[in-house]
């Protein structure tokens, strides 16, 4: 089949360049460093944290919990490329990023996230944007960065947007969210006959007796070899990611969620049926959303309830508590969330490159479209935003 033809916006008339913020001078204290060691990211946890705590588009993604233990399972000795910036020796931005073999960075998580993003502090984002994007390592002709899944709206497009290079903007994955509104606000929400049906799956869900139990944070740990051992049963007569029962996802899962639990960012429900486990769900929590990534339930409970309801009506209930406004599906167009009618978002992935090379740059993305093209149903996430030149 013929790949899909990128989505062409019409040519604007000229304007002037947008203002950007002036480069920081030596009596400003702007300073940059570029770390290399694999514990870097533990070295630098409190400060990291202290930092996305300052950043209003960061995600649980971005904690240092989760991305040191990503890194020690999965990442690559001698990769780590942790690039910080401070102003008069605070740290107001920050990138942890992996080196490939041919020159190109990556955000660490790979497909086990739903949102990459970097950190800049919310009180000098523009100016911090700014800095980091200069002190990207992207000045070899080889060299580029591919960030993939990026929320629109995210700090990332902030450092795009200042990057004197090439670069290139594309649609990535789909995800969907709802607000965060007590259940019969939600189902007023759908149609009629679909919230009839929903109103009785929920009736039957509390007939059938189902315990939730909100997890201590010391247990979490314990719980998600609870989850993934019920993820896997439910899913043995079909195909399930590999990915999800391998020995390094799981030191990575019970690391790093014991870690946000610990700070709040992560949410453990164990579901029990006659007093037999029957489920167990996994809710990451920030200030903008609460996020569904992954639960395990026994197959028998398929039979008797709608796993799908329970699961979502208990985060739902988390979420409202909390204060938080959105509910989000995370990543994917599965019917089991179409039928809340959520609203559709597209991730983004920007790509870098240097100025005086596009070449490098414009293969990276060349090579992006053939694999979509040869892969059907990665089509739509590569579907070109918008190809900017980035000439200055």
């Known amino acids: 089949m013929t790949a899909p033809q990128p989505i062409r916006e019409p040519t604007p008339a000229p304007r002037p360049p947008a203002p950007r913020p002036p480069a920081p001078t030596a009596a400003a ?3 940059t460093e570029l770390h290399r060691a694999d514990d870097t990211l533990t070295r630098f946890a409190a400060e990291w944290d202290a930092l996305a705590a300052r950043c209003r588009t960061a995600t649980p993604f971005q904690s240092a919990a989760w991305q040191a233990s990503w890194w020690r399972a999965y990442g690559r000795p001698g990769r780590l490329r942790v690039l910080l910036v401070r102003r008069d020796g605070e740290l107001v931005a920050a990138a942890a990023l992996a080196a490939g073999r041919t020159g190109t960075l990556t955000a660490l998580g790979g497909q086990l996230i739903d949102f990459t993003d970097v950190l800049l502090d919310d009180s000098c984002a523009a100016e911090a ?3 980091l994007a200069r002190a990207l390592p992207l000045r070899r002709p080889w060299q580029a960065l591919d960030l993939r899944e990026v929320r629109p709206g995210s700090a990332a497009h902030q450092v795009y947007a200042c990057w004197d290079g090439r670069r290139h903007q594309l649609f990535d994955s789909v995800c969907q969210h709802l607000p965060a509104v007590p259940m019969e606000q939600l189902l007023a929400r759908l149609p009629g006959r679909t919230a009839q049906r929903s109103r009785a799956k929920q009736r039957k869900l509390l007939e059938a007796g189902v315990v939730a139990r909100r997890v201590p944070v010391d247990e979490v740990e314990a719980a998600m070899g609870d989850l993934l051992w019920l993820h896997a049963l439910q899913w043995e007569s079909r195909a399930v990611t590999a990915e999800h029962v391998s020995e390094r996802f799981a030191a990575h899962l019970r690391e790093s969620t014991a870690g946000l639990a610990r700070h709040g960012q992560a949410v453990v429900y164990r579901y029990y049926l006659d007093e037999e486990l029957v489920a167990v769900d996994l809710l990451l929590l920030c200030p903008s959303f609460a996020g569904l990534y992954l639960y ?4 028998r409970l398929r039979e008797r309830i709608d796993i799908a309801g329970l699961l979502f009506g208990t985060s739902l209930e988390e979420t409202v508590r909390a204060g938080i406004p959105e509910l989000s599906l995370m990543r ?6 179409e039928r809340w ?4 978002e597209r991730n983004h992935r920007l790509l870098l490159g240097p100025a005086h090379l596009a070449g490098v740059l414009s293969l990276r993305l060349a090579l992006v479209r053939a694999r ?12 070109r935003l918008r190809a900017l030149a980035g000439r200055r």
């Open 341 to 344: 009618r959520p609203e559709h």
């Open 296 to 299: 395990g339930a026994h197959p």
């Open 129 to 131: 944007a700014a800095e």
């Open 372 to 383: 979509a093209a040869a892969v059907p149903h990665l089509r739509g996430p590569v579907t």
């Open 332 to 337: 994917g167009e599965e019917p089991y969330k």
């Open 29 to 31: 204290g702007w300073t």
